[in-house]
């Protein structure tokens, strides 16, 4: 996954990809368990945010770019709706 990671963004070296595609898989997983819990802990849910955008500015890459815009997309969803959310994803 990885690897078609970094060769979609153009990036030769395997190995200079690996970190910042292995942050932003774990930034993007922490994102989605702070989502969730936005409902009971709203801290949570805008030190993700931060997360996601130090991913963006570390990966600087097209993915992590468009994930983001994905998520602020999600983002815009209120909170009065989280648990109606959370009932059909689960």
Known sequence: MVL???TAV???DFGAALPAA???FATTFFFMVA???A?????????????LTVTVSVAESFLAFSSALLVS???LI???HSNKLRDIVT
């Open 35 to 37: 989502f969730f819990l």
């Open 73 to 75: 997309s999600a983002m």
């Open 39 to 51: 409902t009971f802990f709203l801290a949570l849910f805008f030190l993700a945010t931060f997360f």
């Open 78 to 80: 209120p909170l009065r």
């Open 10 to 12: 153009g990036v030769a």
């Open 22 to 24: 292995t942050f932003f």
């Open 4 to 6: 078609a990671a970094a």
